[in-house]
């Protein structure tokens, strides 16, 4: 998926500067902004237990996949639900302009053949026909999938008025990979009340740098992941989200949250994933992390993520500096 802050184009940078610190000696390593699962994913190919975690439901899902499963799935099953056919459900009735919704995010058919395979998953796991890990397993390859095919310019903060040609090809459910390596734990908590809860060896940071908060630019998704028929407001079609948002995307909260985050982690080895242009400055980070034990700083220029020069005239940078801070405790 192309998505804010996905680390997939700075995973060898992090690897080697988080190896350059913790060794390569295995354990438990935690990701627990775990976002698309591309670092978790990462860790758990090189030997780890990997604990993620997301405030999303359908990064949580996503992660329950790739951390926790190993179960494939029969080329049948997926033939079959391809095969359905398509439904006025929710997708189609609240995003698809053919409903009356005013809204724009898929076609009309992808809409309806999106509903009809999030319904069938769900009738085969309440059925018994699939085990708890195949459920994941296709939820996470529908909402991969299906995001593929959306009407917007990268996130879900708008959709575009006329279909783009990606957006009208015919819909098609894809598998995801199965991530070869020891099963993990996948929790779907509030970070910090998570943090006291759990421990290991090498914790991974990656919260949200600035004020954008990922529920409102991925609500569309989370809608597809819980197909709980929630209540839709404003053009965009928001869900309530007030559940869902972020001390880390607030200046006046995210020095205090992350303190506290830094201050409960029972881990040996701490990394944070920050970029120049965060709420946090970078004395500020350093000062906190020093408190409490050995830090050091590793820095690499990355490229702006995309929707950022498109929806966000004020950054006419191309790139940003992106730092992975390290704490020994």
Same mark, same amino acid.
């Given at each position: 998926?192309?998505?804010?802050?996905?680390?997939?184009?700075?995973?060898?940078?992090?690897?080697?500067?988080?190896?350059?610190?913790?060794?390569? +000696?295995?354990?438990?390593?935690? @990701?627990?902004?775990?976002?698309?699962?591309?670092?978790?994913?990462?860790? %758990?190919?090189?030997?780890?237990?990997?604990?993620?975690?997301?405030?999303?439901?359908?990064?949580?899902?996503?992660?329950?996949?790739?951390?926790?499963?190993?179960?494939?799935?029969?080329?049948?099953?997926?033939?079959?639900?391809?095969?359905?056919?398509?439904?006025?459900?929710?997708?189609?009735?609240?995003?698809?302009?053919?409903?009356?919704?005013?809204?724009?995010?898929?076609? @009309?058919?992808?809409?309806?053949?999106?509903?009809?395979?999030?319904?069938?998953?769900?009738?085969?796991? %309440?059925?018994?026909?699939?085990?708890?890990?195949?459920?994941?397993? !296709?939820?996470?390859?529908?909402?991969?999938?299906?995001?593929?095919?959306?009407?917007?310019?990268?996130?879900?903060?708008?959709?575009?008025?006329?279909?783009?040609?990606?957006?009208?090809?015919?819909?098609?459910?894809?598998?995801?990979?199965?991530?070869?390596? %020891?099963?993990?734990?996948?929790?779907?908590? +509030?970070?910090?009340?998570?943090?006291?809860?759990?421990?290991?060896?090498?914790?991974?940071?990656?919260? =949200?740098?600035?004020?954008?908060?990922?529920?409102?630019?991925?609500?569309?998704?989370?809608?597809?992941?819980?197909?709980? *028929? =929630?209540?839709?407001?404003?053009?965009?079609?928001?869900? @309530?989200?007030?559940?869902?948002?972020?001390?880390?995307?607030?200046?006046?909260?995210?020095?205090?949250?992350?303190?506290?985050?830094?201050?409960?982690?029972?881990?040996?080895?701490?990394?944070?994933?920050?970029? *120049?242009?965060? !709420?946090? =400055?970078?004395?500020?980070?350093?000062?906190?992390?020093?408190?409490?034990?050995?830090?050091?700083?590793?820095?690499?220029?990355?490229?702006?993520?995309?929707?950022?020069?498109?929806?966000?005239? *004020?950054?006419?940078?191309? %790139?940003?500096?992106?730092?992975?801070?390290?704490?020994?405790?």
């Amino acid at each position: 998926m192309n998505y804010i802050g996905s680390k997939l184009s700075l995973i060898d940078f992090l690897v080697d500067s988080i190896e350059q610190i913790a060794g390569k +000696d295995t354990g438990v390593f935690a @990701d627990l902004f775990a976002g698309t699962g591309v670092v978790g994913s990462t860790f %758990k190919r090189k030997g780890f237990e990997v604990l993620a975690n997301d405030i999303q439901h359908y990064s949580y899902v996503l992660n329950k996949h790739f951390i926790e499963n190993s179960e494939t799935v029969d080329g049948s099953l997926l033939n079959h639900l391809n095969a359905v056919e398509g439904t006025e459900g929710f997708v189609y009735n609240n995003y698809c302009s053919g409903s009356g919704s005013g809204r724009n995010y898929f076609t @009309d058919e992808n809409g309806k053949k999106c509903d009809a395979i999030r319904k069938e998953i769900e009738s085969l796991y %309440k059925n018994g026909d699939i085990t708890e890990n195949q459920y994941y397993h !296709l939820l996470a390859s529908l909402i991969n999938s299906i995001d593929k095919y959306a009407n917007t310019a990268s996130v879900y903060g708008a959709f575009l008025k006329h279909i783009k040609k990606s957006a009208a090809k015919d819909f098609s459910l894809e598998l995801l990979p199965i991530i070869e390596g %020891k099963k993990g734990m996948v929790y779907n908590e +509030d970070v910090n009340s998570l943090i006291a809860t759990i421990k290991g060896d090498v914790l991974y940071l990656d919260p =949200p740098y600035n004020a954008r908060q990922y529920c409102t630019n991925y609500h569309v998704l989370e809608s597809i992941s819980r197909y709980d *028929n =929630p209540v839709l407001t404003g053009k965009t079609g928001l869900r @309530d989200y007030n559940g869902q948002r972020s001390q880390y995307c607030s200046a006046r909260t995210v020095v205090n949250a992350f303190d506290d985050l830094i201050s409960n982690a029972q881990f040996k080895y701490i990394f944070l994933s920050y970029n *120049n242009e965060g !709420l946090m =400055p970078l004395d500020m980070i350093r000062t906190i992390m020093s408190k409490y034990g050995q830090y050091e700083i590793f820095v690499k220029e990355h490229h702006r993520f995309r929707a950022d020069k498109e929806e966000n005239r *004020n950054h006419k940078a191309t %790139k940003t500096t992106e730092y992975l801070h390290c704490l020994v405790k």
